[in-house]
C-alpha cells in the first residue's frame, strides 16, 4: 500500500478495519471538527456570563476565571499536546482529546457551583490543547501540494467562522433556554458533536506520528507552563482583581522564566536532545516571521470581537442575538475570502497579506466612523460595510500565514510545529481581549460612555493593525 507522507502509518492488526492512509474529504471536515470546537468554546461563554452569575452566584472574579481558566490551560499545554501527538500517534491524540473534551462539557454543563464549573473549564481547556494540535499536524503530515493548500485555507476559514460564530451560538442556545437548560446548553451542546466527531475519526482520520519520536522535554514543559502562567493569568485577572501585589509579582517573574525556557532549549538542542521547542525549528524563516504577523493579528482579533459585543449589548442594551448578529457580515466575508485565497496565493504569493491588513484597517475605519457619527442610533445595519471589509481583509490572512509558518517545517516535527503556532494564536486571542478589553472597560465607566470608549480601542486597534501590515512585508514572497 502506497502512503502520501514518510510518517503516516499503514498496518493494522488482524481482523480490524485499518485507517485511511490519507486525509480525505471525510476525514479534513472530521478534523476541521475537532478544530472549531475549541476557538468556538472560547467565545461561547461570553454571553452566558450573566445567566451564570445569576444562576450559580458567581460574581465577577470567579466569572473571570469561568474565562481565563479555559483560556490559560488551552494556551500553556498546546505545544506539549503536540510533542505527544508526535511521540503517540496524531489520530489516537486526537480521539483522546475529543473524548475527554465532551466528558469535560458534560461537567460544565452539570456543575452544580462556581468552583465545580471553574475546575471543569480548566479540564476542558486541557482537552482542548490535547485535540486541536493534532488537526494541523495532520493536515501538514497526510496531505501535499493543492490538497494540503486547500485544507489550510478551510482550516483558516473554520477559525474563523468558529470565533466569529461562537458568540452567535451563545446568544441562540441562552435565548432558546432549551428545555429549561439556560446557560448549561452553551456546554452540553458540545456532548452529541464530541460524539459524533470520535465516530468519524475512528472511520476516516489516518494515523501519523513522528518517525524520530522523541520524549517529552519536562524542564522546558514546565518552564514555558511558568513564562505563559506569569505572563496571561495577571493580564486576564488584574484588572477584575483590582491590580494586588502577585500580579505585579508575576509580570516581574515572566522575563526570568521566559529567559530560562529558552536557555534550557538552547543548551538541551547542543546536548543533541529533543527540547519541547526546538530552536532550530525557530530558525526557519517562514516560521517565524509567520509568527510575528500572527501574533498582532490574532489579538487584535480578539480583542475588537470582545469590545463590539459588549459595547452593543451593555451599551445599547442590545440582546445577545442582535449582537451576534453584527458578526455575520465579518464571518461570511472571511469565509469567502478563504476559499478564494489559494488561487490568489498561487498568482501573486504573500502579498496577499498586506493587501488583507490595508482591508481590515478599512473596515476597523468604517467601524469607527459608524460609531462616532451616531453612537445612540446605531444600529447593526450601519456596521455592515465596516465588518465586511475588515472580514474580507482578516480572510486574506489568517490561512495564507498558517501555510506561511508550517511551509518549512518537517513531517516528523509537524505535532511540536502546529503546537507552537496554535500556542501563539491562543496566547494572542487571551492577549486581545485582556488588553484592548481592559483598555475598552477602564474607558468606559457608564453605558453613555461606551461609544467614546469603543472609538479609542479601535482606533487602538488600527495601530496594531498598522503593525501587522509593516511584519507582513518582511514574509517570504513564495508559500509550499
Not at 498546546?78 to 491524540?93: A, E, I, K, P, S
Not at 480572510?395 to 500556542?423: C, D, I, K, N, Y
Amino acid at each position: 500500500m502506497t502512503t502520501t507522507s514518510p510518517s503516516v502509518r499503514t498496518a493494522a492488526p488482524s481482523g480490524r478495519q485499518a485507517p485511511p492512509t490519507a486525509l480525505g474529504a471525510l476525514g479534513l471536515f472530521t478534523v476541521l471538527l475537532g478544530a472549531a470546537l475549541p476557538l468556538i468554546d472560547f467565545f461561547i461563554v461570553n454571553v452566558a456570563l450573566p445567566s451564570i452569575d445569576r444562576d450559580l452566584a458567581a460574581g465577577s472574579a470567579l466569572l473571570e476565571l469561568v474565562v481565563a481558566g479555559y483560556g490559560l490551560s488551552y494556551a500553556v499545554l498546546l505545544v506539549l499536546g503536540g510533542r505527544l501527538g508526535d511521540l503517540f500517534g496524531r489520530r489516537r491524540l486526537f480521539l483522546a482529546g475529543m473524548a475527554a473534551f465532551g466528558l469535560t462539557s458534560l461537567a460544565c454543563g452539570l456543575a452544580p457551583d462556581a468552583w465545580t464549573l471553574v475546575a471543569a473549564r480548566v479540564a476542558q481547556g486541557a482537552a482542548a490543547a490535547l485535540m486541536l494540535p493534532q488537526v494541523l499536524a495532520t493536515i501538514h503530515s497526510s496531505t501535499e501540494g493543492p490538497r494540503r493548500a486547500t485544507a489550510l485555507s478551510l482550516y483558516g476559514a473554520t477559525a474563523g467562522l468558529a470565533m466569529a460564530g461562537g458568540q452567535i451560538l451563545g446568544g441562540v442556545l441562552v435565548t432558546a433556554d432549551i428545555a429549561g437548560s439556560g446557560w448549561r446548553a452553551v456546554f452540553l451542546v458540545n456532548v452529541p458533536v464530541a460524539v459524533a466527531g470520535l465516530a468519524l475519526a475512528l472511520r476516516a482520520v489516518p494515523e501519523t506520528r513522528s518517525d524520530r519520536p522523541a520524549p517529552v522535554d519536562v524542564p522546558g514543559t514546565l518552564l514555558l507552563a511558568l513564562a505563559l502562567l506569569s505572563l496571561l493569568a495577571p493580564l486576564t485577572e488584574g484588572r477584575a482583581a483590582g491590580w494586588p501585589l502577585w500580579t505585579w509579582v508575576s509580570l516581574v517573574v515572566f522575563p526570568f522564566a521566559a529567559g530560562a525556557f529558552w536557555w534550557v532549549e538552547r543548551r538541551a538542542d547542543r546536548r543533541g536532545a529533543v527540547p519541547l521547542v526546538p530552536p532550530s525549528l525557530l530558525a526557519l524563516v517562514p516560521l517565524r516571521r509567520g509568527l510575528m504577523v500572527v501574533l498582532p493579528l490574532s489579538l487584535g482579533f480578539s480583542g475588537f470581537m470582545f469590545v463590539v459585543a459588549v459595547a452593543l449589548q451593555q451599551g445599547l442594551q442590545m440582546g445577545a442575538v442582535a449582537s451576534g448578529l453584527a458578526f455575520v457580515p465579518m464571518a461570511l466575508a472571511f469565509f469567502g475570502a478563504s476559499l478564494a485565497g489559494p488561487r490568489l496565493v498561487r498568482r501573486w504569493g504573500t502579498r496577499v497579506v498586506p493587501v488583507g491588513a490595508v482591508l481590515q484597517g478599512l473596515g476597523v475605519a468604517a467601524v469607527v466612523w459608524s460609531v462616532g457619527s451616531d453612537w445612540q442610533g446605531l444600529s447593526v445595519w450601519d456596521l455592515v460595510p465596516g465588518m465586511a471589509v475588515a472580514g474580507l481583509g482578516q480572510g486574506l490572512q489568517l490561512p495564507v500565514l498558517f501555510r506561511v509558518v508550517l511551509s518549512e517545517v518537517p513531517s516528523e516535527r509537524a505535532g511540536v510545529g502546529s503546537g507552537v503556532m496554535v500556542t501563539t494564536q491562543q496566547s494572542a486571542l487571551t492577549l486581545g481581549v485582556a488588553t484592548l478589553g481592559s483598555l475598552f472597560l477602564s474607558l468606559a465607566s457608564s453605558p453613555a460612555e461606551m461609544g467614546t470608549a469603543l472609538r479609542t480601542t479601535l482606533l487602538v486597534q488600527l495601530g496594531v493593525v498598522v503593525l501587522t501590515l509593516l511584519l507582513s512585508l518582511r514574509l517570504p514572497r513564495t508559500v509550499k
